[in-house]
């Protein structure tokens, strides 16, 4: 009978743990998404170096503000645009574009492994590479009419945050695998 009392102490005070870890577990994620801790990492993050990141993919992850958890295939790519016979008086001058894409159709490490190389050879012209327009706030480039990406640098992390006007609505980090 002792060993019945004692086993059945036993399985409550585990139910009881365990309850209190996934309570624990639970009021964490409730209290922070991925999509507001970058947005944390965001707010304190410096401005990148152009030539740390050029012709080199950066795989990551984006999340939305309305699915803040939800992580999205993504890659961040920055070269120099190819030139034009522009004359003597620009020919010395490097234009830099970038590429953000994202792919919420394939697996979130999707672009992980990925050289540009690859995506280049893989995927042809399909991304846009677009003009970086300042520098001021960080790599900041106009997506299109009514959204700008603003990248930045947290320790060994770059964290974009997609923005329309001046409220968020995606936010990524990528890293770069071939460091």
């Known amino acids: 009978m002792k060993k019945l009392v004692l086993s059945l102490v036993l399985i409550a005070t585990a139910f009881s743990t365990q309850a209190e870890d996934n309570l624990l577990f639970k009021n964490v994620s409730e209290i922070e998404t991925y999509f507001e801790v970058l947005g944390d990492l965001f707010e304190d993050a410096s401005i990148p170096s152009i030539e ?7 795989p990551g992850r984006c999340f939305s503000k309305t699915i803040p958890n939800y992580p999205i295939a993504s890659g961040y790519m920055l070269r120099v645009a190819p030139k034009s016979d522009a004359g003597p008086l620009f020919n010395d001058k490097d234009i830099y574009q970038v590429s953000s894409f994202w792919s919420p159709r394939n697996s979130p490490n999707f672009y992980d492994e990925m050289t540009f190389e690859d995506l280049i050879d893989q995927f042809g012209s399909n991304y846009e590479f677009k003009r970086i327009k300042s520098l001021e706030e960080g790599i900041t480039v106009d997506m ?3 959204e700008v990406s603003i990248l930045r640098k947290s320790g060994e992390y770059l964290i974009e945050e997609v923005r329309q006007g001046d409220e968020a609505h995606i936010r990524c980090y990528y890293f770069n695998t071939t460091l």
């Open 52 to 58: 740390e990141l050029q012709d080199t993919v950066h």
């Open 144 to 146: 299109n009419e009514k």
